[in-house]
């Protein structure tokens, strides 16, 4: 069965300084990934996604992830935070070929940005 | 373009009542999914659909019905409400199962049974 990992239920950090909020999958075959982020009683907006390709995915907002095969890990990453990026985030992944491609999320990492 | 709308936002029930969350979407996507999310546990896919006329289970199914007449909507239904049941639920549509495109989700709803 498919797993996805968020290790920190919250990252603190302060603007202006890099962000990394952290991520591990496990799946029996090739993995999509994606990253989602959940502002205060939204919903949930697309960041962006590894389907194959480059291992360094840019995506909304100033984001990236780095597709890691050996370490099964997608960690989100951001130069310089924002204020505004204070949100929840969620790590997804979908086990390509496996019954129903079902999107498996992880617990969801709080990220609070201090100015 | 809507996306994805869900109705209601809010909504308290009593213990053993029954209610339908309301999901429908107008990008002609054929996956249509439900979430339920709960503190430090993510999302968990409650049911999925593949197609008209097609449902299936996900990670979390019971207590919770679903149907999928049109392409468009897919609702969801609490046939005897619990507390366990208190959660926020989030609608999500894709083009395709096996499409590499992202989900789509709805803004929630918030379902507090007391």
């Known amino acids: 069965a498919q797993s996805v990992a968020q290790p920190e239920d919250q990252v603190n950090v302060a603007e202006g300084n890099p962000l990394t909020v952290k991520c591990t999958y496990s799946v029996s075959g090739n993995p999509y990934l994606f990253w989602y982020v959940q502002y205060p009683n939204r919903g949930l907006q697309f960041l962006l996604k590894y389907i194959t390709g480059d291992n360094l995915v840019k995506g909304s907002y100033g984001f990236e992830a780095e597709f890691n095969k050996s370490q099964t890990s997608f960690h989100l990453k951001k130069p310089s935070a924002l204020v505004s990026d204070s949100a929840l985030y969620f790590c997804?992944?979908?086990?390509?070929?496996?019954?129903?491609?079902?999107?498996?999320f992880g617990g969801g990492t709080r990220v609070l940005v201090k100015p | 373009n809507a996306g994805v709308t869900q109705t209601p936002k809010f909504q308290v029930l009593k213990t053993g009542q029954s209610m339908t969350l309301q999901c429908a979407q107008d990008m002609n996507h054929e996956y249509m999914s439900w979430y339920r999310q709960d503190p430090g546990m993510g999302l968990r896919l409650i049911h999925y659909s593949v197609g008209a006329g097609i449902t299936d289970q996900g990670e979390v199914p019971n207590g919770y019905n679903v149907s999928r007449s049109t392409t468009e909507d897919f609702p969801l239904r609490l046939l005897s409400a619990a507390p366990s049941q208190t959660s926020v639920y989030f609608c999500?549509?894709?083009?395709?199962?096996?499409?590499?495109?992202?989900?789509?989700f709805g803004q929630g709803t918030r379902l507090t049974v007391v």
């Open positions: 999500a549509s894709r083009l395709r199962e096996e499409a590499v495109t992202e989900a789509f």
């Open positions: 997804a992944v979908r086990d390509i070929g496996a019954a129903g491609n079902k999107l498996t």
